[in-house]
């Protein structure tokens, strides 16, 4: 039984992201597909700005290449900035998901300074910041994955379907398709549907350099999200168009 299109896709990218090019009749031989199949299939990617078409094959696009953890601390304000607002949203709310990531991460830096809640996180380094005698601090179980800092497979699904929380703070690889948050890593695919299935309310953090990357796989379209928390910087044209898929909450400027 042949893949569907998405499926072949899906595969080529985690090919690609495996071994960094692509040739089309080895494509075309592995899937059992003609030539004109995988010509569009690279096309369909290439518009989608996942990879780039060369002859006879594509390489990988370097916006969907995922960076190690010690390389996104670029952008440190735009990150806080994202933070605050996130912080304002909570209103009280008393169980707390909180996704990994750098963004993620600026959150928990705040979070010890509010009343005591209960926070769970899916992020190894937000798990090490968070006071456990001030807050309830639970780290799903699981494997470690080093490039993320966070923790994925049955486990952390398993533990996430017995929670419940009132809101949700979900990282993202890029949103420059701007179909939906996306993510690097099948393996926290199926984690961030976890998350996103067990919160009553689910806002996507991202600052505005986001909107240059992307991630090879979609979590999910903006029906499913409440919100996107993000910076000023973001692009007019960008913004214009997004806030008729979903709400966007930016901080406010603190008048002097």
Partial sequence: MKDTASNRRQKILQKLQKDGSVNSAELAKEFHVTM??????????????????????????????????????????????????????????????????????????????????????????????LDGKHHQVFLTGGRKREKSQSVVGNWSIQFLQSIHADICFLGTSGLLSLQGPTSHSYHELDVKKAMIQQSEKVYVVADSQKFEETGFHLICDWSQIDGLITDSDIPYAIYQELCKKVPIYILEEEKS
């Fill in 36 to 129: 004109e199949t995988i010509r569009k299939d690279l096309h369909t990617l290439a518009q989608e700005k996942l990879i780039i078409k060369d002859f006879g094959g594509a390489r990988i696009s370097h916006i969907t290449m995922e960076k190690p953890w010690e390389q996104r601390s670029s952008k440190v304000e735009r990150k806080q900035e994202v933070a605050k607002k996130a912080i304002q949203l909570l209103n009280g709310k008393q169980v707390l998901l909180l996704d990994s990531g750098t963004t993620c991460h600026e959150i928990a830096l705040l979070l010890n300074q509010l009343p005591t809640m209960d926070i769970i996180t899916t992020s190894v380094t937000s798990f090490l910041t």
